[in-house]
């Protein structure tokens, strides 16, 4: 710890940035939607052919 007064350096060499110029990153939300769209059918689809399978009469 100091005792006197001292004085300290700073440097100003901040990169101004304009507001404008900063990119977002892209999400790509279409992708991830249609993944969890095409899991949701092929769950449905997998179910519905249970079903089917549970009603087929098998004494034909």
Request: hydrophobic share 35%.
């Amino acid at each position: 710890m100091s005792t006197g007064k001292e004085e300290l350096e700073v440097e100003e060499d901040f990169a101004v940035v304009d507001p404008d110029d900063v990119v977002e990153p892209v999400v790509e939300v279409a992708k991830t939607n249609l993944a969890k769209r095409r899991t949701i059918d092929a769950l449905l689809e997998e179910k519905r052919l249970r079903k089917e399978l549970e009603d087929y009469g098998y004494d034909l």
